[in-house]
């Protein structure tokens, strides 16, 4: 049991460069989320899935696309890198029960864009 | 939008009982209030959650008063190993595909020998 999962663990990438992140959980959860955090900012929702096939926009989006295309899975996209996106990106997997929700966080992916 | 504001900072002790106090003016009805905690080069990891009055588990309470507008999380007899980040987060746990998931900024604890 890995519970959540995010690779790569740390990417370089110059400026209109795209890349994935992957992030993978095994807790069979519907709700999957991807943030970011930045230095004085704490974390930013970006994207989120309640479920296989759904996506929705968070408090960020612009810059990213994300998929879910398997339940276990939740991917997002950065298809064109900017410097505004260097930060670190965290994957939570969420647990829900009686209303109340758990995230789990995956490890962290830091990006650097030059 | 609830918005959340936490102390930026504090400092202990090991031994001492810690309160770090977690301000939500906006809280809606269906928010619930969770505390998560992080060290460097981790991600978050929940620790406690409640909807009012005080919720204990093995590693904190949770003191919520009537009008919801604040939470205190209680930390009893830290130790080194408890020097992280606590976030107080305040969500519509409810609203479904219009998730709002509010993050304060966080209250870095240093406990000291």
């Known amino acids: 049991n890995a519970g959540v999962t995010q690779t790569p663990k740390f990417r370089v990438l110059k400026t209109g460069q795209s890349m994935t992140l992957l992030c993978a959980q095994d807790?069979?959860?519907?709700?999957m989320y991807w943030y970011r955090q930045d230095p004085g900012m704490g974390l930013r929702l970006i994207h989120y899935s309640v479920g296989e096939g759904t996506t929705a926009k968070g408090e960020v989006p612009d810059g990213y696309n994300v998929s879910r295309l398997k339940k276990q899975n939740f991917l997002l996209g950065l298809e064109s890198a900017a410097p505004s996106q260097t930060s670190v990106y965290f994957c939570a997997s969420t647990r829900r029960d009686m209303g109340r929700e758990t995230q789990y966080f995956g490890p962290g992916t830091r990006l650097l864009v030059l | 939008l609830a918005k959340t504001t936490q102390p930026i900072s504090m400092d202990s002790y090991e031994g001492q009982e810690v309160n770090i106090t977690c301000s939500h003016n906006n809280i809606a009805t269906n928010d619930y209030i969770t505390w998560y905690q992080q060290f460097p080069s981790q991600g978050p990891r929940f620790i406690i959650q409640g909807y009012k009055t005080k919720v204990t588990n093995e590693v904190a309470s949770l003191f919520i008063p009537a009008d919801r507008k604040s939470s205190t999380l209680s930390l009893p007899r830290v130790s080194l190993s408890d020097t992280a980040v606590y976030y107080c987060l305040v969500g519509d746990e409810n609203a479904g595909n219009n998730r709002k998931l509010i993050w304060g900024l966080g209250t870095s604890l240093a406990v000291n020998p």
């Open positions: 807790m069979n959860h519907e709700y």
